[in-house]
Structure formats: structure tokens, C-alpha cells
């Protein structure tokens, strides 16, 4: 069992709330209730710096002080530079975020794309483990995110809601956020997913769809209404996974830097 002084933390940026906890990989479970704060507005670099290290502090008895730090954003992450910023201060975008929370924590960080977390969360510990070959997961939220896992590995950085699909970025009229918006049933949604989901596979050719995001919980609502040539599953670690993946992440980059280790 994972001493408890060693368990990493994740923690989940997005645009309205900013959620962290302790993770136990031999299980994939958050080892407490996951804290949330609300994103500070605006939402700059240095203001969400502080809520990381707020959340950092909470868990200290269980996180300890060579634990390392995995940190989601909702863009593309290069190399822990942030390259675009969806639903985040602008101020973020080229700025080496895993050498700022590293300088500010004194801790290794690793910062990744949010879908890319969620799909690796879902991949060792959900929907995804033990499938084969090529999985889309795609997130649908106020975006779409997607995460690209080939025989186990993640190719990152997808940013599959941003494929223009009939005129529109996807993400505009396929993401939860479009339902919402444009008041659609279930039946109307599910056509908007059908469109996308046949144009995704029609260029990338997967063995399988995970649908993540909120409406994951409610996969009896719509996935048996998505018509498409690919198998399409739900997430099962819902809102978990980010921080479950990016604490995995986290894990797995600190062994392989070897930085750090007790
Ligand atoms: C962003 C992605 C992100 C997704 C979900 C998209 O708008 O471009 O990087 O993964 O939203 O937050």
C-alpha cells in the first residue's frame, strides 16, 4: 500500500471552480473529499497560483513534501507551457506554468491538457482500461476535449473540439454547454453528437468513443441515441478523472525525472 506521506495530488483548473485531492494509485480512488474553490476573477496566472498552493496546504498531512503535483488547464500545454486558454485569463497563454507552480511549491509539477488527464485517469481506472488499439475520449462540457490513447499511451493535445464540422468549430454546437444553451431535447442532442462523432471517426478511425463530462452520469439519456460506426462507452470516473489522470501523470513523470524521490 502507497505510504500515506507519498500520495500525489491533483488538481483540476476549469474556468468556474479550481478542485484538488489526494490520490492512491494502486486504486485509482481520492484518498479524501476532494476540495473546491471557485476560480478567483479574473482568473490570471498569479491569482490561481495561490488557490493551487491554498489546496496544496490542505492536504499537507497526506501529500508529502516531496509528493509530487499533477495540474489540469483547459488548452493546449506544451512542455508545461500553456499554449491556448478556453474559459481562463488570456494572461495564460505562453506562460511556463509547471516552472511557476515548481518555483512557487518547491514541488515537481507536471501541468497537461484537462481531457488529456481525464482520458489517462479513465484509461488506468475507468471506462478505458483494458481496451485496445486506438480510444478517442472526448469530454463534453462548456468545450469539447478530447484525449488520444494508442495501445495504452497518450498522444496529447488532440483538440478534437475544434475540428470545423458543417461551417461551425464542433465544440460550438456538440459541447453540453450547446444543449444547455440552445434548450435541445436529448433526441436534438444526440442528432448534433451523431454528426460529430461520424465526421471524428471518418478522420481518425478509432476502436472506440468514451463519452466523458457531466453528462457521463447520464449515459441511459443519450448514448443509445448516437449513431455511429465506432463502439461509444460513458465515462466512469465522471469528475474524478482529471484529477485522477494528472496525479498519475504527476507519479509517473517524478519517477522517470527521478527527481525528488524519498
Ligand atoms: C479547449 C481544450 C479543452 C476543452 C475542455 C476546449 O475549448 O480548447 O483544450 O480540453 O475545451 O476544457
Given at each position: 500500500?502507497?505510504?500515506?506521506s ?11 471552480g479550481?478542485?484538488g ?5 494502486a486504486t485509482g ?11 478567483p476573477q ?5 491569482a490561481?497560483v495561490?488557490v ?11 501529500v508529502?513534501p516531496?509528493?509530487p503535483i499533477g495540474i ?5 500545454v ?9 474559459n481562463?485569463?488570456?494572461?495564460w497563454?505562453?506562460c511556463?506554468?509547471e ?11 507536471v501541468v497537461?491538457?484537462d481531457?488529456d488527464?481525464a482520458?489517462v485517469g479513465?484509461l ?8 485496445e ?9 462548456t468545450?469539447?476535449?478530447s484525449?488520444?490513447?494508442h495501445e495504452g499511451?497518450l498522444?496529447p ?5 475544434h475540428?470545423?464540422?458543417?461551417g ?14 440552445e ?7 444526440a442528432?448534433r453528437?451523431?454528426?460529430?462523432y461520424?465526421?471524428?471517426e471518418s478522420?481518425t478511425?478509432?476502436d472506440?468513443?468514451v463519452i466523458g ?5 447520464k ?7 448516437i449513431e ?13 478523472a482529471?484529477?485522477i ?12 525525472r ?5
Amino acid at each position: 500500500m502507497a505510504q500515506q506521506s507519498s500520495l500525489p495530488l491533483g488538481i483540476d483548473v476549469g474556468g468556474s471552480g479550481i478542485k484538488g485531492a489526494p490520490v492512491d494509485l494502486a486504486t485509482g480512488q481520492l484518498t479524501a473529499e476532494r476540495l473546491r474553490i471557485e476560480t478567483p476573477q479574473p482568473s490570471t496566472p498569479e491569482a490561481v497560483v495561490g488557490v493551487i498552493a491554498q489546496i496544496v496546504d490542505a492536504f499537507a498531512d497526506q501529500v508529502g513534501p516531496t509528493a509530487p503535483i499533477g495540474i489540469t488547464i483547459p488548452g493546449v500545454v506544451m512542455r508545461g507551457v500553456v499554449k491556448t486558454a478556453a474559459n481562463i485569463d488570456k494572461g495564460w497563454i505562453d506562460c511556463d506554468m509547471e516552472k511557476l507552480v515548481e518555483d512557487r511549491l518547491q514541488r515537481d509539477v507536471v501541468v497537461v491538457n484537462d481531457a488529456d488527464a481525464a482520458g489517462v485517469g479513465e484509461l488506468h481506472y475507468g471506462a478505458a482500461k483494458g481496451h485496445e488499439g486506438l480510444v478517442i475520449m472526448t469530454t463534453l462540457g462548456t468545450g469539447i476535449g478530447s484525449a488520444v490513447i494508442h495501445e495504452g499511451r497518450l498522444v496529447p493535445n488532440s483538440e478534437y473540439g475544434h475540428l470545423e464540422i458543417d461551417g461551425h468549430n464542433a465544440e460550438s454546437r456538440a459541447a453540453a454547454s450547446a444543449k444547455k444553451r440552445e434548450g435541445l431535447s436529448w433526441e436534438q442532442y444526440a442528432k448534433r453528437l451523431s454528426r460529430y462523432y461520424q465526421f471524428l471517426e471518418s478522420v481518425t478511425w478509432p476502436d472506440l468513443f468514451v463519452i466523458g463530462g457531466g453528462v457521463s452520469k447520464k449515459p441511459e439519456k443519450f448514448l443509445h441515441l448516437i449513431e455511429c460506426r465506432t463502439p461509444v462507452i460513458a465515462a466512469t470516473r465522471a469528475n474524478e478523472a482529471g484529477i485522477i489522470g494528472a496525479a498519475r501523470m504527476a507519479a509517473d513523470a517524478q519517477q522517470v525525472r527521478g527527481r525528488h524521490t524519498a
